[in-house]
Protein backbone atom coordinates (compact mmCIF):
# COMPACT_ATOMS: atom_id res chain seq x y z
CA UNK A 1 0.00 0.00 0.00
CA UNK A 2 1.27 3.51 -0.90
CA UNK A 3 0.43 5.92 2.05
CA UNK A 4 1.76 8.19 4.21
CA UNK A 5 0.70 10.24 7.21
CA UNK A 6 -1.00 12.99 7.31
CA UNK A 7 -3.20 15.02 10.50
CA UNK A 8 -6.03 16.57 10.82
CA UNK A 9 -5.44 20.51 10.51
CA UNK A 10 -3.25 23.14 8.28
CA UNK A 11 -3.66 26.78 7.98
CA UNK A 12 -6.16 27.97 5.18
CA UNK A 13 -3.42 29.83 3.78
CA UNK A 14 -2.01 26.32 3.18
CA UNK A 15 -5.27 24.89 1.06
CA UNK A 16 -2.94 24.52 -1.83
CA UNK A 17 -0.01 22.60 0.22
CA UNK A 18 1.40 19.64 0.60
CA UNK A 19 0.92 18.12 3.89
CA UNK A 20 3.73 16.25 5.95
CA UNK A 21 3.50 15.56 9.37
CA UNK A 22 6.33 15.80 11.29
CA UNK A 23 5.26 15.43 14.37
CA UNK A 24 1.79 14.27 16.10
CA UNK A 25 -0.85 16.43 17.62
CA UNK A 26 0.16 19.31 20.24
CA UNK A 27 3.09 19.10 22.88
CA UNK A 28 1.14 21.87 25.31
CA UNK A 29 -2.46 21.10 24.66
CA UNK A 30 -3.72 23.30 27.91
CA UNK A 31 -5.02 26.32 25.76
CA UNK A 32 -8.36 26.77 27.74
CA UNK A 33 -10.27 27.57 24.07
CA UNK A 34 -9.11 24.87 21.84
CA UNK A 35 -10.42 21.87 21.23
CA UNK A 36 -8.26 20.85 18.31
CA UNK A 37 -6.19 18.01 20.19
CA UNK A 38 -8.21 17.12 23.31
CA UNK A 39 -7.75 13.57 23.75
CA UNK A 40 -5.07 12.84 21.66
CA UNK A 41 -1.58 12.77 23.31
CA UNK A 42 1.97 14.22 21.34
CA UNK A 43 4.61 11.90 19.89
CA UNK A 44 7.39 13.09 17.71
CA UNK A 45 8.03 10.94 14.70
CA UNK A 46 11.76 9.67 13.58
CA UNK A 47 14.01 11.61 10.73
CA UNK A 48 13.54 7.63 9.48
CA UNK A 49 10.08 7.96 9.48
CA UNK A 50 9.37 11.16 7.87
CA UNK A 51 11.92 10.52 5.18
CA UNK A 52 9.92 7.04 4.29
CA UNK A 53 7.04 9.19 3.97
CA UNK A 54 8.62 11.70 1.27
CA UNK A 55 9.81 8.87 -0.63
CA UNK A 56 6.33 7.65 -0.78
CA UNK A 57 5.01 11.43 -1.94
CA UNK A 58 7.68 11.62 -4.18
CA UNK A 59 6.82 7.44 -5.77
CA UNK A 60 3.44 9.34 -6.08
CA UNK A 61 3.93 12.79 -7.79
CA UNK A 62 6.27 10.37 -10.53
CA UNK A 63 3.28 7.64 -11.00
CA UNK A 64 0.55 11.02 -11.16
CA UNK A 65 3.53 12.84 -13.79
CA UNK A 66 3.52 9.95 -15.72
CA UNK A 67 -0.33 8.98 -15.92
CA UNK A 68 -1.39 12.49 -16.90
CA UNK A 69 1.53 12.23 -19.74
CA UNK A 70 -0.58 9.09 -21.06
CA UNK A 71 0.64 5.48 -20.13
CA UNK A 72 -0.80 2.36 -20.27
CA UNK A 73 -2.74 0.12 -17.49
CA UNK A 74 0.69 -0.68 -15.14
CA UNK A 75 0.70 2.36 -13.94
CA UNK A 76 -3.15 2.26 -12.85
CA UNK A 77 -2.47 -0.54 -11.61
CA UNK A 78 0.04 0.94 -9.65
CA UNK A 79 -2.00 3.72 -8.30
CA UNK A 80 -4.98 1.88 -7.18
CA UNK A 81 -2.27 0.44 -4.51
CA UNK A 82 -2.46 3.58 -3.00
CA UNK A 83 -4.36 5.56 -0.69
CA UNK A 84 -7.05 7.39 -3.14
CA UNK A 85 -7.39 9.97 -0.68
CA UNK A 86 -3.53 10.80 -0.40
CA UNK A 87 -3.06 10.47 -4.12
CA UNK A 88 -5.96 12.89 -4.84
CA UNK A 89 -4.05 15.30 -1.92
CA UNK A 90 -0.59 14.84 -4.15
CA UNK A 91 -2.43 15.41 -7.23
CA UNK A 92 -3.70 18.36 -6.48
CA UNK A 93 -0.72 19.81 -4.99
CA UNK A 94 1.02 18.88 -8.53
CA UNK A 95 -1.95 20.58 -10.03
CA UNK A 96 -0.90 24.09 -8.02
CA UNK A 97 2.78 23.43 -9.01
CA UNK A 98 4.24 21.31 -6.25
CA UNK A 99 5.54 24.09 -5.08
CA UNK A 100 4.56 24.56 -1.39
CA UNK A 101 4.49 22.25 1.58
CA UNK A 102 3.46 22.75 5.23
CA UNK A 103 4.62 20.67 8.06
CA UNK A 104 2.15 19.16 10.51
CA UNK A 105 0.79 19.35 13.34
CA UNK A 106 0.81 22.33 16.04
CA UNK A 107 4.37 22.35 16.40
CA UNK A 108 6.86 20.47 14.15
CA UNK A 109 9.88 23.07 14.95
CA UNK A 110 9.95 21.01 18.30
CA UNK A 111 12.02 18.42 16.76
CA UNK A 112 15.85 19.06 16.86
CA UNK A 113 17.60 21.08 14.48
CA UNK A 114 19.81 18.81 13.58
CA UNK A 115 16.95 16.50 12.82
CA UNK A 116 14.70 19.31 10.76
CA UNK A 117 17.55 20.09 9.13
CA UNK A 118 18.18 16.85 7.86
CA UNK A 119 14.24 15.87 6.88
CA UNK A 120 14.16 19.46 5.10
CA UNK A 121 17.58 18.66 3.00
CA UNK A 122 16.17 15.19 2.24
CA UNK A 123 12.38 17.16 1.27
CA UNK A 124 14.28 19.58 -1.41
CA UNK A 125 16.26 17.06 -2.90
CA UNK A 126 13.14 14.53 -3.36
CA UNK A 127 10.52 17.14 -3.95
CA UNK A 128 12.54 19.65 -5.63
CA UNK A 129 10.00 22.23 -7.43
CA UNK A 130 9.37 23.03 -3.65
CA UNK A 131 9.92 26.89 -2.64
CA UNK A 132 7.92 27.39 0.29
CA UNK A 133 7.98 25.55 3.85
CA UNK A 134 5.92 26.60 6.64
CA UNK A 135 4.59 25.45 10.08
CA UNK A 136 3.02 26.36 13.10
CA UNK A 137 5.31 26.87 15.88
CA UNK A 138 4.97 27.99 19.60
CA UNK A 139 6.60 31.17 21.33
CA UNK A 140 8.31 28.84 23.66
CA UNK A 141 9.69 26.64 21.14
CA UNK A 142 10.68 29.36 18.81
CA UNK A 143 12.36 30.81 22.09
CA UNK A 144 14.50 28.03 22.79
CA UNK A 145 16.51 27.96 19.37
CA UNK A 146 18.81 30.41 18.73
CA UNK A 147 18.51 33.13 15.48
CA UNK A 148 21.61 31.19 14.20
CA UNK A 149 19.21 28.03 14.42
CA UNK A 150 16.39 29.74 13.34
CA UNK A 151 18.40 31.15 9.93
CA UNK A 152 20.05 27.48 9.23
CA UNK A 153 16.22 26.43 9.35
CA UNK A 154 15.44 29.10 6.86
CA UNK A 155 18.51 28.28 4.54
CA UNK A 156 17.00 24.82 4.50
CA UNK A 157 13.81 25.77 3.51
CA UNK A 158 11.48 27.25 6.05
CA UNK A 159 10.15 29.77 4.53
CA UNK A 160 7.14 31.14 7.12
CA UNK A 161 6.15 30.08 10.63
CA UNK A 162 2.30 30.59 11.59
CA UNK A 163 2.14 31.51 15.04
CA UNK A 164 -0.90 31.53 17.50
CA UNK A 165 0.03 34.28 19.45
CA UNK A 166 -3.65 34.89 20.16
CA UNK A 167 -3.01 37.87 22.77
CA UNK A 168 -1.01 39.76 24.20
CA UNK A 169 -2.39 40.82 27.12
CA UNK A 170 -0.70 39.02 30.07
CA UNK A 171 -4.09 38.55 32.08
CA UNK A 172 -6.21 36.26 28.83
CA UNK A 173 -2.80 34.54 28.23
CA UNK A 174 -2.65 33.23 31.81
CA UNK A 175 -6.64 32.73 32.02
CA UNK A 176 -6.09 30.88 29.32
CA UNK A 177 -3.32 29.03 29.98
CA UNK A 178 -1.35 29.66 27.31
CA UNK A 179 1.35 29.21 28.80
CA UNK A 180 3.51 32.13 27.63
CA UNK A 181 3.51 35.72 28.31
CA UNK A 182 3.31 38.97 26.04
CA UNK A 183 7.33 39.55 26.70
CA UNK A 184 8.01 36.35 25.34
CA UNK A 185 5.76 36.56 22.42
CA UNK A 186 7.83 39.72 21.33
CA UNK A 187 10.70 38.24 22.04
CA UNK A 188 10.07 34.93 19.77
CA UNK A 189 8.95 37.28 17.00
CA UNK A 190 11.22 39.46 17.09
CA UNK A 191 14.16 36.09 16.78
CA UNK A 192 12.01 34.62 13.72
CA UNK A 193 11.88 38.08 11.85
CA UNK A 194 15.95 38.16 12.51
CA UNK A 195 16.98 35.05 11.08
CA UNK A 196 14.46 36.04 7.69
CA UNK A 197 12.24 33.49 7.82
CA UNK A 198 8.30 35.03 7.23
CA UNK A 199 6.06 35.80 10.44
CA UNK A 200 2.34 34.89 10.86
CA UNK A 201 0.45 35.80 13.96
CA UNK A 202 -2.94 34.60 14.74
CA UNK A 203 -4.99 37.12 16.19
CA UNK A 204 -7.99 35.38 18.51
CA UNK A 205 -11.02 38.34 18.82
CA UNK A 206 -13.43 38.10 21.72
CA UNK A 207 -10.74 36.00 24.20
CA UNK A 208 -10.63 38.51 26.49
CA UNK A 209 -14.61 37.84 27.12
CA UNK A 210 -16.24 40.78 28.40
CA UNK A 211 -13.61 41.57 31.36
CA UNK A 212 -10.80 42.11 29.08
CA UNK A 213 -12.70 43.69 26.59
CA UNK A 214 -10.34 46.70 25.94
CA UNK A 215 -7.18 45.63 27.46
CA UNK A 216 -7.12 42.38 25.00
CA UNK A 217 -7.47 44.35 21.86
CA UNK A 218 -5.24 47.00 23.14
CA UNK A 219 -2.73 45.39 24.46
CA UNK A 220 -2.36 42.81 21.49
CA UNK A 221 -1.90 45.64 19.28
CA UNK A 222 0.90 47.13 21.52
CA UNK A 223 2.74 43.26 20.91
CA UNK A 224 2.23 43.23 17.35
CA UNK A 225 3.60 47.04 17.08
CA UNK A 226 6.61 45.22 18.94
CA UNK A 227 7.15 42.35 16.73
CA UNK A 228 6.19 43.60 13.07
CA UNK A 229 5.65 40.27 11.69
CA UNK A 230 4.58 39.84 7.97
CA UNK A 231 0.96 38.97 8.59
CA UNK A 232 -1.46 39.63 11.32
CA UNK A 233 -4.56 37.02 10.44
CA UNK A 234 -7.46 37.65 12.52
CA UNK A 235 -9.51 34.92 14.15
CA UNK A 236 -12.93 34.82 16.00
CA UNK A 237 -13.65 33.12 18.96
CA UNK A 238 -16.21 30.60 19.29
CA UNK A 239 -16.85 29.18 22.49
CA UNK A 240 -16.76 25.04 21.74
CA UNK A 241 -17.86 22.58 23.96
CA UNK A 242 -15.47 19.64 25.80
CA UNK A 243 -12.93 23.13 26.61
CA UNK A 244 -12.08 24.13 29.27
CA UNK A 245 -13.21 27.71 28.48
CA UNK A 246 -16.98 26.58 27.81
CA UNK A 247 -16.55 24.68 31.29
CA UNK A 248 -15.08 28.53 32.60
CA UNK A 249 -18.27 30.27 31.24
CA UNK A 250 -20.85 27.98 32.80
CA UNK A 251 -19.37 28.68 36.27
CA UNK A 252 -19.61 32.52 35.22
CA UNK A 253 -16.25 32.97 35.31
CA UNK A 254 -15.84 34.37 31.78
CA UNK A 255 -18.46 36.00 29.60
CA UNK A 256 -18.47 35.70 25.82
CA UNK A 257 -18.81 39.52 23.61
CA UNK A 258 -21.60 39.18 20.92
CA UNK A 259 -20.78 40.19 17.46
CA UNK A 260 -20.96 43.87 18.01
CA UNK A 261 -18.64 44.16 20.94
CA UNK A 262 -16.40 42.24 19.25
CA UNK A 263 -16.27 44.30 16.18
CA UNK A 264 -15.82 47.16 18.40
CA UNK A 265 -12.47 45.37 20.18
CA UNK A 266 -11.42 44.95 16.08
CA UNK A 267 -11.23 48.43 16.00
CA UNK A 268 -9.53 49.52 19.65
CA UNK A 269 -6.73 46.86 17.94
CA UNK A 270 -6.91 48.51 14.12
CA UNK A 271 -6.84 51.75 15.96
CA UNK A 272 -4.08 50.99 18.05
CA UNK A 273 -1.58 49.34 15.56
CA UNK A 274 1.31 51.72 14.75
CA UNK A 275 4.42 51.86 13.34
CA UNK A 276 4.39 48.29 11.49
CA UNK A 277 4.34 46.95 7.86
CA UNK A 278 2.44 44.03 8.46
CA UNK A 279 -0.25 43.14 6.21
CA UNK A 280 -3.28 41.84 8.02
CA UNK A 281 -5.73 39.53 7.04
CA UNK A 282 -9.29 38.07 7.83
CA UNK A 283 -8.76 35.04 5.75
CA UNK A 284 -11.72 33.25 8.15
CA UNK A 285 -14.97 32.35 7.41
CA UNK A 286 -15.40 33.52 11.34
CA UNK A 287 -14.95 36.44 10.98
CA UNK A 288 -18.03 39.29 10.46
CA UNK A 289 -16.06 41.66 8.73
CA UNK A 290 -14.27 39.38 6.12
CA UNK A 291 -13.79 42.88 4.14
CA UNK A 292 -10.97 43.71 6.75
CA UNK A 293 -8.03 43.28 4.35
CA UNK A 294 -4.70 45.40 4.03
CA UNK A 295 -1.25 46.21 4.13
CA UNK A 296 -0.53 48.83 7.06
CA UNK A 297 -0.45 51.36 7.36
CA UNK A 298 -1.70 52.13 3.97
CA UNK A 299 -5.12 50.65 4.45
CA UNK A 300 -5.61 51.37 7.86
CA UNK A 301 -8.28 54.31 7.39
CA UNK A 302 -9.99 52.02 4.63
CA UNK A 303 -10.04 49.18 7.33
CA UNK A 304 -11.22 51.76 10.17
CA UNK A 305 -13.84 52.81 7.45
CA UNK A 306 -15.61 49.20 7.13
CA UNK A 307 -15.45 48.60 10.86
CA UNK A 308 -17.23 52.31 11.71
CA UNK A 309 -20.04 51.62 8.43
CA UNK A 310 -20.91 48.61 10.80
CA UNK A 311 -20.94 50.08 13.82
CA UNK A 312 -23.42 53.25 12.35
CA UNK A 313 -25.92 50.57 11.36
CA UNK A 314 -28.92 50.47 13.19
CA UNK A 315 -29.59 48.27 15.58
CA UNK A 316 -32.09 46.14 13.43
CA UNK A 317 -29.64 46.68 10.53
CA UNK A 318 -26.61 44.93 12.56
CA UNK A 319 -28.69 42.14 13.40
CA UNK A 320 -29.59 41.64 9.79
CA UNK A 321 -26.46 41.17 8.38
CA UNK A 322 -25.02 39.30 11.66
CA UNK A 323 -27.70 36.71 10.86
CA UNK A 324 -27.34 36.74 7.45
CA UNK A 325 -23.50 36.50 7.48
CA UNK A 326 -23.51 33.32 10.05
CA UNK A 327 -26.36 31.88 8.22
CA UNK A 328 -24.05 32.36 5.10
CA UNK A 329 -26.52 34.30 3.31
CA UNK A 330 -24.00 37.49 2.89
CA UNK A 331 -20.47 37.35 2.01
CA UNK A 332 -19.79 41.27 3.07
CA UNK A 333 -21.68 44.43 4.37
CA UNK A 334 -22.43 45.38 0.44
CA UNK A 335 -25.18 42.61 0.75
CA UNK A 336 -26.91 44.43 2.45
CA UNK A 337 -27.84 46.27 -0.42
CA UNK A 338 -29.66 43.21 -2.40
CA UNK A 339 -33.30 43.71 -1.51
CA UNK A 340 -34.04 40.07 -2.21
CA UNK A 341 -31.73 38.42 0.32
CA UNK A 342 -32.44 41.46 2.55
CA UNK A 343 -36.23 40.53 3.05
CA UNK A 344 -35.48 37.04 3.58
CA UNK A 345 -33.01 37.90 6.39
CA UNK A 346 -35.38 39.98 8.01
CA UNK A 347 -38.17 37.62 7.87
CA UNK A 348 -36.22 34.93 9.67
CA UNK A 349 -34.59 37.64 12.42
CA UNK A 350 -38.56 38.58 13.06
CA UNK A 351 -39.43 34.95 13.39
CA UNK A 352 -36.52 34.21 15.76
CA UNK A 353 -36.92 37.12 17.45
CA UNK A 354 -40.88 36.69 17.98
CA UNK A 355 -39.83 32.94 19.43
CA UNK A 356 -37.21 34.84 21.42
CA UNK A 357 -34.46 32.48 20.46
CA UNK A 358 -32.14 35.10 17.90
CA UNK A 359 -28.75 34.98 20.40
CA UNK A 360 -28.93 31.15 20.54
CA UNK A 361 -29.51 30.83 16.76
CA UNK A 362 -26.43 33.03 16.22
CA UNK A 363 -24.14 31.73 18.61
CA UNK A 364 -25.44 27.78 17.38
CA UNK A 365 -24.68 28.77 13.61
CA UNK A 366 -20.87 30.43 15.08
CA UNK A 367 -20.06 26.56 16.72
CA UNK A 368 -21.56 24.91 13.85
CA UNK A 369 -19.04 27.05 11.69
CA UNK A 370 -15.90 25.78 13.71
CA UNK A 371 -17.18 21.82 13.84
CA UNK A 372 -16.91 22.44 9.94
S1 LIG B 1 -0.85 25.49 21.39
FE1 LIG B 1 -2.30 25.69 19.67
S2 LIG B 1 -2.97 23.60 19.20
FE2 LIG B 1 -1.98 23.55 21.21
S3 LIG B 1 -3.65 23.77 22.68
FE3 LIG B 1 -2.86 25.83 22.30
S4 LIG B 1 -4.10 26.65 20.60
FE4 LIG B 1 -4.44 24.40 20.66
Redesign the pocket.
Known sequence: MLAFEQGPIRPPSEAQSLLIRLTRN?P????AF?N??KGTTFSARTVADNKKDIDTIAEMSHLITQLSQGNNGELQDRLHESDQFQLYHVANWLSYGGKTVFLQD?NSLLLKTADLLEILTYLKEKLPTVERITSYA?STTLLRKSVDELAQLKQAGISRVHV?LESGCDAVLKFMDKGITAQQHIDAGKKVKAAGISLSEYILLGLGGRKWAVEHPFDTAGVINAINPDYIRLRTLAVVENTPLYTKMQQGEWEEQPDTSIVEEEKIFLENLNGIDSRLLSDHSMNLLGEINGKLPHDKPAMLRVIDSFLALPEEEKNNFILGKRWGLYNGLGDLQDPSRHEQVKNILRELQSRGTLEATIANLKYQMVRV
Not at 28 to 31: G, I, L
Open positions: CWNKCCAYARG
